[in-house]
């Protein structure tokens, strides 16, 4: 086959056209504006025809969400219903030469103290929950209207530790009743002042037998406030403490078999030189008082057992030592 056979059986094409190009090029610019458009209508108006097998109707999917897990968020801590102070660590004095009492210093850890007495309504929290017997004073369980926000009292010693006790498990940490040098550290500060608000006695802060006094609802006299913020510690009732007193052989104080506590602080009822941060009572541990109530401190540090505190009628915080 001749050279220009063989050209002649070739069949024409777009590029070898010159009178065809420009159609060539109009169709190739054509086919590239369909293929965007295309696109682009999928891509704005379309919907996918199928959804993640684990996505439900109506839910969207989760966008950098954390696997999930058995674990549980830690539950904040409950807040003691008195409140809890800070008590730094330091040291307190207690004794005087001048009041029959020994001269000690003692070394304390730190702690938190309840900002007010316990009230009627906190106490009865415990009565309902714990099936506890009520206080004397109240009728058919319930305290006296509109005493709600009074210091509990007619409660001894045991009472006290029993309330301590079922709070610890409510909050899950250990509550009990102050030692003697804790509750002074809370009522004086590092200080050593004679009354919680000062070295002067004032009318302002706190009421006496003197002014017919009578026990008031927690917080009534904000001049009666510690260096650490807790109330009444001078006046309203006496408080209990854990503190107990010994014979003159270091043995603990009895009699008729019962043990004798210690109250701290002065009452409504006692004469204004009696009312101090220093004052105490050696009273038995079974003794009841419409003047006698108590407050308690928290250690978050030492939480409870299972719910159940350690005993408080155990004897005194291991962190205090005597100097």
Request: with cysteine.
């Amino acid at each position: 086959m001749s050279s220009d056979s063989a050209r002649l059986s070739r069949k024409p094409t777009l590029w070898s056209n010159p009178a065809l190009l420009p159609y060539a090029i109009a169709l190739v610019v054509c086919s590239i504006i369909a293929v965007i458009l295309g696109y682009s209508a999928w891509y704005f108006l379309g919907e996918p025809d199928s959804k993640p097998l684990d996505q439900e109707p109506g839910l969207a999917a989760p966008t950098g969400a954390p696997p999930a897990t058995n674990e549980r968020a830690p539950q904040p801590a409950l807040v003691a219903p008195a409140g809890e102070l800070s008590v730094p660590k330091g040291t307190i004095t207690l004794g005087a030469a001048d009041s029959g009492i020994p001269v000690k210093k003692f070394s304390l850890e730190a702690f938190a103290i309840g900002q007010t007495e316990v009230t009627n309504e906190e106490y009865y929290q415990f009565v309902s929950q714990a099936g506890h017997k009520a206080p004397e004073d109240w009728r058919n369980g319930q305290y006296a209207s509109g005493t709600a926000n009074e210091p509990v009292v007619n409660v001894t010693w045991q009472d006290a530790v029993d309330y301590c006790d079922w709070l610890s498990g409510k909050i899950g940490a250990m509550v009990r009743l102050p030692t003697e040098p804790q509750w002074e550290m809370a009522a004086r500060g590092p200080e050593g002042l004679t009354y919680p608000w000062g070295s002067e006695w004032d009318d302002r802060a706190a009421t006496s037998v003197e002014r017919k006094g009578t026990v008031r609802p927690v917080m009534s006299f904000p001049r009666n406030r510690s260096p650490f913020g807790a109330y009444d510690m001078a006046g309203n009732v006496w408080e209990w403490v854990d503190s107990a007193t010994t014979d003159d052989e270091g043995y603990p104080a009895r009699k008729d078999g019962v043990q004798f506590r210690i109250a701290k602080g002065g009452s409504a009822n006692e004469p204004a030189k009696f009312i101090t941060a220093q004052s105490r009572v050696r009273l038995a541990a079974n003794k009841k008082s419409p003047f006698l109530g108590f407050r308690y401190i928290v250690l978050r540090d030492r939480p409870s057992a299972d719910g159940q505190a350690s005993s408080n009628s155990a004897s005194r915080n291991a962190s205090e030592e005597n100097r």
